[in-house]
């Protein structure tokens, strides 16, 4: 069992660094499971598969394994790291395929989950997947509702990484409402909190959203102050 763990942690290790001997560790963890099944180990090894998958573009092969580990370790009773495990799921899926009702699937297993175990962090992911799936099927209103939710509950985790993407999807919702004024109150605070934590990519798109919306309010000298910042 001692040489399963070692051998799964070890391919974790190397899967970004060095994908080739990652796979050797991985294919050794396979081996020994058949000799002595270790169903966590086991769970935790489908996970590496996931990221190994991930890191050779084979898409496909990553989702099925990332489902496979967030299912083993719901069986065996370690629900909250399972749905953490099919939250990074639906962060794939919707990246890569934008099957949105997929994504609302798994948002329907994983938020029941979040809330049980109140982690806030994990509850406002799903929340915020389900703003992003209302928006693309055109409920401006409904995607907004959930969108304060979320910053709501990134600001009770302190989670102010997340937050500045947050404010980036409600400023922008407020400008395809024809709010702008409302629109670059939310960016700047996304600009702020961007700002103070290093997120500069973050910042320059938040300040780009807010010059759109500057120059729809006819504020053209502030759209350029915010273009060139």
């Known amino acids: 069992m001692m040489q399963l763990k070692s051998s799964c942690v070890t391919a974790e290790r190397l899967v970004y660094k060095?994908?080739?001997?990652?796979?050797?560790?991985?294919?050794?963890?396979?081996?020994?499971?058949?000799?002595?099944?270790?169903?966590?180990?086991?769970?935790?090894?489908y996970g590496v598969k996931a990221n190994y998958f991930y890191t050779q573009s084979v898409y496909d092969s990553c989702m099925v394994y990332l489902e496979k580990s967030g299912n083993e370790f719901m069986k065996i009773g370690d629900t909250l790291l399972g749905a953490t495990?099919?939250?990074?799921?639906?962060?794939?899926?919707?990246?890569?395929?934008?099957?949105?009702?997929?994504?609302?699937?798994?948002?329907?297993?994983?938020?029941?989950?979040a809330r049980k175990y109140k982690d806030t962090s994990l509850l406002a992911t799903a929340i915020e997947n389900r703003g992003i799936i209302a928006l693309n099927r055109g409920?401006?209103?409904?995607?907004?509702?959930?969108?304060?939710?979320?910053?709501?509950?990134?600001?009770?985790?302190?989670?102010?990484?997340?937050?500045?993407?947050?404010?980036?999807?409600?400023?922008?919702?407020?400008?395809?409402?024809?709010?702008?004024?409302?629109?670059?109150?939310?960016?700047?605070?996304?600009?702020?909190?961007?700002?103070?934590?290093?997120?500069?990519n973050q910042k320059a798109q938040l300040l780009r959203m807010k010059s759109m919306s500057q120059i729809k309010l006819s504020q053209l000298d502030k759209a350029l102050e915010s273009a060139l910042k």
């Open 85 to 113: 495990i099919k939250s990074n799921l639906a962060l794939t899926v919707k990246v890569l395929t934008r099957d949105y009702n997929r994504v609302e699937e798994l948002i329907d297993e994983i938020e029941p989950i």
């Open 18 to 45: 060095d994908p080739r001997m990652a796979k050797l560790y991985i294919d050794e963890a396979s081996l020994i499971y058949k000799k002595k099944p270790y169903v966590r180990g086991y769970a935790s090894l």
């Open 139 to 200: 409920y401006r209103n409904i995607a907004l509702k959930h969108m304060k939710e979320t910053i709501e509950l990134r600001e009770q985790a302190f989670d102010s990484v997340l937050l500045p993407q947050a404010y980036y999807t409600i400023g922008n919702l407020y400008q395809d409402m024809y709010q702008n004024k409302e629109a670059v109150n939310q960016l700047d605070i996304g600009i702020k909190i961007a700002d103070a934590i290093g997120q500069n």
